[in-house]
């Protein structure tokens, strides 16, 4: 066993109590034969394992661990972790203390035991009282451009990206709702590697880098939701996007049944996008090829198949800053250049009577106070500049949820019955406007509450649920030109 090990156990022998000490380290890495270096803020364990040859496990091999216990190390995490399959490399993130700082990656030899991983042992009681989150964790390639000039193809911002960046591959702009001739004020840049990715978004982090004259906003892009083979195979829904926000869900109908009359069930249209059902996928599929690129009411239209997404979670995913508990539906980025990891957020809470069931791991939002000293300087600021991790309820994720969808504010209308020992029951009933003549004119939940808080917080939760309810997801969520998330896909 080498030094450089010996030093690794004997930093955390000093503040660790227990079974987690010194010599159970040292017997892991005497049972499975792996090596340990602590660096940059992190603990390797394996990368590769013993006998390893070729290259590293592909894309997709790899699983973020959140909620760990902060006195819970290798000895304990590996035997668990082992369940799954063979572990090719387990990074636990370290503080200057020893302790842990709460989350770990794990990879695996192979995508099948990376799900496999999520399956098991997502939400698994690590220890008494004590729940892991476990879901996919992803390399991200991807740069967030904003304040971009809305003028500007994608062409010049290929070319002045590669100018001041190394490593481009391709720029990613999407059309104006309203004006096809301009972009939207932002751009998606994808880099061949994490590494470049990194370095591009370090020169051009402070805020002072200008394009074109502009001071431009730059950000890691959020994840795009993957979905694995055997559930696109059963896709019979097509995403349809760059469409004129004048055309019409009978053109688009039209449009898509000419290559064969009869075969598509339905079409929802939001904005400048839309969801075309088909009854049969290979039709689905068979349009799509069709389709893609062509010309509806002067707009040349991009044609993909819509990823599916799990309705009771999604809500929860695609207010930008939230997490469901269902890990299994969620993408984290591993931003391994700079040691900390950057997710979708933490779960709005819902009183464990409202959820219908009782959670094992309740969500840990940060709910606090910070004292207010004399002459502290405030800034007046509206609520739609926030990020939605501001927000803890339901109501207020609906209302900012409308707003980034340019949509006007849900109305609410309230109910009451009696029960049968004589208490006042109470049910909200929602509006929203924008979408009030279509399929649906309101949301109203199925349970009755005994006080106007609850019963409002949950007829919000039940409304978000239900806007998403056969809701896909194509890029993942795009950004205004002000930098914010701009939630886009409610079928």
């Known amino acids: 066993m080498n030094e ?111 799900q496999l991983a999520i399956r098991i042992l997502n939400n698994y009681e690590i220890r008494p009282g004590k729940f892991i989150g476990v879901c996919v964790s992803l390399d991200n390639c991807r740069l967030f451009i904003g304040a971009i000039p809305k003028e500007k193809k994608k062409e010049e911002i290929l070319d002045e990206m590669k100018k001041v960046t190394e490593g481009v591959v391709d720029v990613i702009v999407y059309p104006s709702a309203t004006d096809k001739t301009k972009n939207r004020g932002f751009a998606f840049v994808e880099y061949e590697s994490h590494r470049a990715a990194a370095m591009a978004r370090r020169k051009l982090i402070p805020g002072t880098f200008q394009l074109w004259g502009h001071t431009i906003q730059v950000d890691w892009a959020d994840p795009e939701k993957e979905v694995d083979e055997e559930t696109m195979q059963r896709v019979k829904v097509l995403y349809v996007r760059n469409l004129m926000i004048s055309t019409t869900e009978e053109t688009i109908k039209a449009e898509f049944n000419k290559f064969k009359p009869g075969a598509v069930e339905r079409v929802k249209k939001l904005r400048d996008y839309a969801f075309v059902h088909f009854f049969n996928r290979e039709d689905a599929v068979a349009a799509m090829s069709v389709m893609n690129g062509k010309c509806i009411d002067g707009a ?19 207010l930008n800053g939230q997490i469901s508990p269902n890990s299994e539906n969620l993408l984290v980025f591993a931003n391994k250049e700079e040691g900390h990891q950057k997710t979708l957020g933490k779960p709005p809470s819902l009183p464990a009577r409202l959820n219908g069931q009782h959670s094992p791991s309740p969500p840990e939002i940060e709910r606090c106070t910070y004292p207010f000293f004399p002459g502290t300087k405030l800034t007046p600021i509206s609520m739609y500049s926030l990020k939605s991790n501001h927000f803890n309820s339901a109501v207020m994720h609906l209302d900012y949820y409308c707003n980034k969808n340019n949509w006007a504010p849900p109305e609410y209308y309230l109910y009451s019955t009696t029960s049968q020992d004589g208490k006042v029951l109470l049910v909200y009933k929602i509006v929203i406007p924008a979408i009030a003549n279509g399929s649906q004119s309101y949301f109203m939940p199925d349970k009755l509450c005994t006080t106007l808080e609850d019963a409002k917080e949950l007829a919000a939760q039940f409304t978000l649920l239900h806007l998403v309810s056969s809701c896909y997801l194509r890029e993942g969520l795009t950004r205004s030109s002000r930098g914010q998330k701009v939630l886009s896909d409610v079928a």
């Open 4 to 114: 450089e090990n010996l030093d690794v156990t004997n930093g955390c022998s000093k503040v660790r109590t227990g079974t987690q000490n010194e010599a159970a380290l040292l017997a892991l890495m005497e049972k499975t034969g792996y090596n340990m270096v602590q660096e940059n803020g992190q603990r390797k364990f394996g990368g590769p394992p013993p006998g390893w040859e070729g290259p590293p496990p592909p894309r997709g091999c790899e699983v973020f661990v959140g909620k760990i216990p902060r006195d819970m190390y290798e000895d304990e995490l590996v035997p668990v972790f082992e369940r799954a399959g063979k572990i090719y490399e387990f990074r636990l993130m370290m503080e200057f203390s020893g302790e842990n700082r709460g989350y770990a990656f794990v990879m695996y030899t192979t995508k099948e035991e990376a």
């Open 300 to 318: 040349s239209i991009e044609v993909t198949l819509a990823k599916p997404v799990n309705k009771e979670s999604t809500w929860r995913q695609h």
